[in-house]
Each structure stands twice: as C-alpha cells, then as structure tokens.
C-alpha cells in the first residue's frame, strides 16, 4: 500500500541512519481498523502506532511544531530537511484540546528524547478501541526506502525506522 515503506521483522544493521519511536506503541500497516484517510494511502507514506502509554518523547532534535492547539499534528523537522509528522484522529480535535499537557511550546528547538507532551490515553479514546496514531515521514529527496520493524516500540529507546538513502 505504501510505496517506500518496507515491513520487516528485525532492521537490517547495515542501515546506520535510525529513527526513534516519538510515542510507546505497537507499530504496524495500516488496517482496516485504521481511520479511512490513513488506510486508503492517501495520507502519505506512514505507519500506524497503536498507543500503549501517554509520553510524546523528540525521536531526534528538530524543530518540533503543532499545527493547533488540539494537537493534532506534531511535526519534527531537523536541520537536514528531514521531516516527522504524527498525526493523531481526527476525533482527538474535537475535545479542543483538553487530554494533552504540553512540555514544550507550540514552536520550539527540541533535543532528541525531550518530553514533548502527555497525553490521557483514556480520554482521547474513542469507545473500547484503542487509541492510535499516523506516523509518517515527508517524502526527502535522498531517502530511497523506509524499513520499519512491525511490533511493541519504546519511545526514543527502540529504532522504529531505518531508512535506506538514495546514492
């Protein structure tokens, strides 16, 4: 479904160039339990992490920023030009923001593993399923292919993603 992104059961090690989890969650395509927009690949290349704890931790430093007070749509953008976004449902935006409290503000210099936000994972919630989110990285021109080992990530502890760069 999504055209750069590889899904593999363990990174290849040869790949040097990583990128941390920015939340703890369990990393997987998208499903047809995914929110429409996301699973039908029009969203962009991405992954959804389904959220297992309440940290948003900087998976690198970058400048972070939110598109809105609900927080919505975090971005990381580091000074390669290299771009993380993680968006959370669109239901999220319709508590108006209530559920997060911000560590850092809305556009600021970050350092890799600094809390960026917690999050009432109950709350935000929708019913009985669980709260995910789409991670995705804007297309850069030196990144080639995304591998993503599928499983339980940490945030900021495990590799999420290994990108193979264009020679």
């Not at 941390?20 to 339990?33: I, R």
């Not at 970058?62 to 971005?75: E, K, V």
């Not at 499983?151 to 900021?156: D, L, Q, S, W």
């Amino acid at each position: 479904m999504f055209s750069r992104i590889q899904w593999v059961s363990a990174l290849d090690s040869s790949l040097s160039l990583r990128l941390k989890s920015p939340v703890h969650g369990h990393a997987g395509p998208c499903t047809a339990e995914t929110p429409s927009l996301f699973a039908s690949g029009l969203a962009g290349d991405g992954l959804w992490l389904e959220l297992r704890d309440n940290q948003i931790l900087a998976p690198f430093s970058a400048r972070f920023s939110r598109c809105n007070a609900t927080g919505q749509q975090l971005c990381w953008r580091h000074s390669s030009g290299l771009v993380m976004q993680l968006d959370f449902p669109h239901h999220t935006a319709q508590q108006l923001g209530q559920g997060f409290v911000w560590a850092v503000p809305e556009q600021t210099s970050v350092s890799a593993g600094q809390l960026i936000a917690q999050f009432d994972l109950g709350f935000l919630a929708q019913g009985n399923t669980p709260l995910g989110v789409m991670l995705k990285l804007h297309p850069h021109p030196k990144i080639n292919r995304i591998y993503c080992r599928a499983g339980y990530h940490r945030a900021f502890s495990d590799d999420l993603l290994a990108l193979e760069l264009s020679s």
